[in-house]
Antibody, heavy 119, light 108 residues
Framework: QVQLQESGPGLVKPSETLSLTCTVS????????WSWVRQSAVKGLEWIGR???????NYNPSLKSRVTMSIDTSNNQFSLNLSSVTAADTAVYYC?????????????WGQGILVTVSS | EIVLTQSPATLSLSPGERATLSCRAS??????LAWYQQKPGQAPRLLIY???NRATGTPARFSGSGSGTDFTLTISSLEPEDFAVYYC??????????FGQGTKVEIK
């Protein structure tokens, strides 16, 4: 049974960079692509981007200029950096998994981490 | 970007009743439409994928239908644990993959 666990600071100051890591355990890492999805009261559920174990990435066009994702296959981890944050980036951030053959279908989710942007 | 519009926003029903939830896409997503269930304090859970396929562990009382722009999630007889928020999500046209705004199924 795969488990995904988000980690990182719960409070980020405006204009700074939000950095989160997702650690994956209990399942194959290479047969999937890995995404970040966030949820806020204003915007609902929003896909941020995905990364393959090769390091190849795709981002939501609305966030593309501020997002960078990376992956560490030796430790089964992937990360999200979101720069120049504002209060609008306050949300619960989830890491998710999708099978390579079912791209964009999120069959496993982490528990989520609340990130608040405030000074 | 594909916009998914769910209706109604809230559905008030009693246990044992049938629930019918709608999701309409701003343009065709073929059959690449999924449904997720979310309970308070939990992450969304995949229920239905590609319009009508139940995910592993999804009870048979959940069924999905539709194609193109109009989709339906039906819960044939509501159990107490089914009262939750339901989201549709499309993966037929990207980037980005998008979600609907949700339908809350509440106890009447």
């Amino acid at each position: 049974q795969v488990q995904l666990q988000e980690s990182g600071p719960g409070l980020v100051k405006p204009s700074e960079t939000l950095s989160l890591t997702c650690t994956v355990s209990g399942g194959s890492f290479s047969s999937y692509h890995w995404s970040w999805v966030r949820q806020s009261a204003v915007k609902g559920l929003e896909w941020i981007g995905r990364i393959y174990t090769t390091g190849s990435t795709n981002y939501n066009p609305s966030l593309k200029s501020r997002v960078t994702m990376s992956i560490d296959t030796s430790n089964n981890q992937f990360s999200l950096n979101l720069s120049s944050v504002t209060a609008a980036d306050t949300a619960v951030y989830y890491c998710t998994r999708a099978r390579l053959a079912l791209a964009g279908l999120f069959d496993s989710w982490g528990q989520g981490i609340l990130v608040t942007v405030s000074s | 970007e594909i916009v998914l519009t769910q209706s109604p926003a809230t559905l008030s029903l009693s246990p044992g009743e049938r629930a019918t939830l709608s999701c309409r896409a701003s343009q065709s997503v073929s059959s690449y439409l999924a449904w997720y269930q979310q309970k308070p304090g939990q992450a969304p859970r995949l229920l239905i994928y590609d319009a009508s396929n139940r995910a592993t562990g999804t009870p048979a009382r959940f069924s999905g239908s539709g194609s193109g722009t109009d989709f339906t999630l039906t819960i044939s007889s509501l159990e107490p644990e089914d009262f939750a928020v339901y989201y549709c999500q499309q993966r037929g046209n990207w980037p980005p993959w998008t979600f609907g705004q949700g339908t809350k199924v509440e106890i009447k």
